[in-house]
Every structure is written in C-alpha cells, then in structure tokens.
C-alpha cells in the first residue's frame, strides 16, 4: 500500500522540496516518521524563527534565480506554533516570500469536541497574511494540496500559504497519484497601456524612478541599472524596502525616500513624470500632513501586484513583471533613439560621526569595517535606529546583497541572516554573510543562533549594544511623548548568551579590536557573536 504519507514525499521530491524548516511536536511526528534520508531537517528551537530562517534561505534562493519550485518548506506545531509564528508570518507575506507553512492537527475522530491542542479554526488562524489557507478534508487530497499551494506561492505576487494536517491523516491509503505540473510565474504588460506608459516617459522632460525590491533581485538589477543610465534618470529606492535595488555607489543613486508625506513630496519637486517600479506607492510612517505628490508631477506605477495597484492614492498603474516591463521599456526606447552610455561608478565616504559619550558610533563601527570585510558580502539588518548608517558607510553596490524586514517586526533579521547564510552554503556560492543586529532586536529571536552552530555556518554576527530601544525613543521625541517606560536594556550579557549558544563571541569597545574579530570571522567553522559597544546618543528619525 502506498501511504498518502509516502505519496507526498515523492511529490515534495518531484517538486524538488527537499529542505524541511521545522520545530517539531506532537502532531507532527505522524508526517515526519521514519524521515527520509534524501531531505534535510533544519531545526530551529521558536516557530519564529522557523519561519524567518527559512523567509531568508528562499529570499536568497530565488534572488539568484528565475524559477517556478521552491526548495523548502516549513513545518510547525499545530495552533500554539502558529501563533509564536505569526509575526515571522507577516513579515513573509510583506516580503513576498514563497513559503509553503504547515502545521499538524489533532485526529480528525476527535476534532468534533476540540480536544487538547486542537487548533481551532485552523485556516483562520493566519487571516489575510497568506495567500491561501487550506484544511484537506480527506487524506487523499494532501498531494494534490500540495501542488496547488506551490502553485499559489509562486504565482505574482508570491508569498506564504498555510496547510492544516491531521496527524492520523498520513497512514491512509493515497489513491489517484497526480502528476506535477507548472505554472506561469510572469505576467506581461498590456501592449496599449505600455504605450502610453512609453510615451509619457518619452515626453518626460525631467523624469524620476523609484525602485521597489523586485529590482534588487540578480536577474532584475542590472536592467534596473540600465534603464536609469538610457534615461538618464535619477532613482529613489522606495521607502521601507527589504532590498537595496540600485547600487548605492552610481552616481543617479539619490539614496532612500523618507516615508512621511510632505516630506515625500518635497523630494518629488520638479519632477514632471515619476516612475515607482516594484513597490507601493507608498509606505508612509509615520503621519505627517501633506499632499500625496507636487503640483504638476504625474505618477506612474508598474507592479505585479494588483493589491498594490488597486490602493495606491495617485497615479497611473500597469499590472506587469518587473523585469519583462524595462526589457519592453529598455526597447521602445532605444528605437526612439536613446543610447545607452555606461556611467563610472564610486562613491565618497563621509567622515564618521564622533559621539560626545566618547563610545563608538555607529558610523565609525561601519567605516572601519570597509577596510576588512571580504568582496561579495551580504549585509543582513535589523537595527532600525542604524540603518541609514548602514546605506551610508557599508554601500550595497551589488544585486542580492542586502536584506530586511519590509514588515518592521522585530526578530526577522537574526534567524534570515542565518537562512541566508545556509542558501550560500547549499548553493555553493561562498559568499560571505554579515548580520547587523540590534541588541534590542537580537533578544527576539537568540535561539536562532543554536541553529547556525549546529549546521557550522561562518558568518559574522555583529549586535550594536547601546542598551536601549534607541529607535523607539526617536519616535518619542517626534511624536511628543516625553517619559514612555520600558525603553532601556541595561544588565543584558550578550557575549555569554552567545556562548552558551555555542558561538565565539567577544565584547567589543574599540576599533582595532572589531576589525581583529571581524576579518577572522569567515575563517572558523561556526558563527561569531561580536557585542560592539556604541553610543546612546538618539539619531533624528527624519
């Protein structure tokens, strides 16, 4: 007999899904009895960073690749799993990860009466932040379940899916053994509205671009790169992005726009046509009053996402793959004459910041950094209050090489860096990984580290230590709310935390001794936890 057990790992085989990312329980032991020898449990210690880890290991899969299968999935425990994963969840969904989320359920003889870790209502559970939530409702539908959540997942705009099995499911007879099929991941633009698309681009006497995430994806950037420089167009990279789209070394690079409205605004001055690709228009945050756009700019936006289209305020849409848009765009153009000329690139980097608490800045850790840190390097972050030091003194000058959250949920970027730097080791590409982490956010998800040790990933670990929820107090300051409590981390030991993971970690206060540290990093045979000692000094949050 074949099992439907037995029918879905050769499915999963089939469709090539051979990474399991999985925290395990009770009613999911059923699926993963007797695993098989030919797929790779990754293991991490919170459903969080299940989620995150493997969020961050599909991201750096399909960046490299154009492609209709995802490589993994994940695997958590029934409605208590789904709920510590929920934040990792959104976070997914905002990133457009194609994640295919499962999760075991009670036996279905005994679901009438909700026993013990029933999950209720199981395909309500994550709401809107997947694309498709399903329950079988016989065991033999689990392959064909399956096929039709990867097919979801992938189709634009990608994202997660969430399946519910009960955990006597798996036993059962599978009968009527589907055959894989495909799905188109690209949608291409409508021939008239890409006229008319081309033609306001044409009459543009002074046109802009903002770029959104599905340009800092390999096969995406440097089309990105030469639409800009056929243009001759500066670019924006949209704001609250979890992808550096353009590089941030050429010198149409105008940096990040802010995400408040009037200040937004301002930034489009003078522009008469503005072209946002790959992103929404916008994500404002926080409130401030003021007009969407300035007088006299029309507004056009190419997305693959209709969600976006449909709730942008202003502007024209065009529902399309990025990619396929400026190969069409990148045509019309040179036919009408424009010529594409290549522009140096280089960047000069501003003096580091100097604090008057005489501890590191932020700045000054990042520019000393650039003197050791290997060629190829992925920067991963989560530390809010930095990151605009991070755009400024460690540039991303290459496709694929810098990740965040696009949710603003805490614990994302620890366990992704993790994910991201176990796809390099699979894929075999030996890019080195650095993940720039808060201490406030390293606290989400530490366990995460315990993972990286167990598979000996070398990659470098930095937590800017400046005990306190820096950004949060920025946000105290622009919005007036003098003495708002829990914003301080004093008495936190990261180093021994750290260790206790199984890390190397060091306590770092000075220059030298980071750099030391740092350039080792990549040459040991599991992570390193670097503390960086750094001001507490609050940075403006505009």
Not at 40 to 45: P, T
Not at 82 to 93: D, E, F, H
Not at 364 to 386: D, G, H, M, R
Not at 464 to 478: P, Q
Request: charged share 20%; hydrophobic share 40%; with cysteine.
């Amino acid at each position: 007999m074949v099992t439907v057990r037995d029918a879905t790992y050769q499915l999963l085989r089939e469709l090539d899904i051979k990474y399991i990312f999985g925290n395990p329980g009770s009613t999911e032991e059923t699926f993963l009895k007797n695993f098989p020898a030919d797929f790779c449990y990754i293991l991490c210690l919170q459903e969080a960073s299940v989620v995150a880890m493997a969020d961050g290991f599909i991201q750096a899969w399909f960046g490299t690749h154009i492609t209709d299968r995802v490589n993994a999935m994940v695997n958590v425990h029934t409605s208590g799993g789904m709920g510590n994963a929920m934040g990792a969840i959104i976070t997914a969904y905002q990133n457009k990860t194609p994640l295919i989320i499962t999760a075991g359920q009670q036996t279905r003889e005994m679901l009438l009466i909700e026993p013990f870790l029933t999950n209720v209502n199981a395909v309500e559970l994550p709401g809107r932040w997947v694309k498709w939530s399903y329950e079988p409702t016989k065991p033999q539908d689990i392959p064909a379940v399956f096929m039709r959540a990867v097919s979801s997942a992938i189709q634009p705009p990608m994202g997660p899916v969430f399946l519910s099995f009960p955990l006597d499911d798996w036993e059962k007879e599978a009968t009527d053994l589907l055959p894989v099929r495909t799905v188109s991941t690209r949608v291409s633009p409508d021939p008239d509205r890409m006229k008319q698309f081309a033609n306001m681009i044409l009459g543009a006497s002074n046109p802009l671009l903002i770029y959104g995430d599905a340009l800092g994806k390999s096969f995406n950037w440097y089309k990105g790169i030469k639409l800009a420089e056929v243009l001759q167009a500066p670019v924006y990279t949209a704001p609250w992005s979890s992808k550096v789209p353009f590089p941030e070394d050429h010198p149409l690079n105008l940096g990040i726009l802010p995400s408040t409205m009037s200040t937004l605004a301002e930034r489009l001055e003078g522009y008469d046509v503005v072209l946002v690709l790959g992103a929404p228009v916008f994500r404002y945050y926080p409130y401030q009053v003021g007009s969407y756009l300035p007088e006299g700019t029309s507004l056009l936006q190419v997305s693959n996402d209709p969600s976006e289209l449909a709730r942008a305020p202003v502007g024209d849409g065009l529902l399309s793959d990025i990619g396929l848009f400026v190969d069409q765009l990148l045509e019309i153009l040179e036919k009408e004459g424009l010529t594409w000329n290549e522009m140096e690139r280089g960047v000069v980097q501003p003096p580091a910041k100097v604090s008057h608490d005489r501890r590191l800045t932020p700045s000054q850790v990042f520019a000393s950094l650039n003197y050791i840190l290997p060629k190829n390097l992925i920067i991963v972050e989560e530390t809010p209050s930095n990151a605009a030091d991070i755009h400024l003194y460690l540039p991303t000058t290459e496709p694929d090489s810098f990740y965040s959250s696009a949710s603003g949920i805490l614990g994302w970027g620890l366990p992704a860096a993790i994910g991201v730097a176990l796809a390099q080791h699979e894929m075999g590409s030996g890019r080195p990984v650095l993940a720039i982490i808060g201490d406030g956010s390293f606290q989400y998800s530490i366990q995460s580290i315990w993972t990286a040790c167990q598979q000996k990933l070398a990659m470098l670990i930095l937590v800017l230590r400046n005990e306190e929820y820096a950004i949060l107090k920025a946000f105290a300051d622009f919005e007036d709310t003098p003495g708002v409590p829990g914003l301080d981390l004093p008495g936190i030991d990261i180093v021994s935390l750290a260790k206790g993971y199984g890390c190397h970690s060091y306590k770092v206060n000075d220059l030298q001794t980071l750099q030391q540290h740092a350039a080792n990093a990549w040459l040991l045979d599991k992570p390193t936890v670097l503390e960086v000692i750094i001001t507490k000094e609050i940075p403006p949050l505009l």
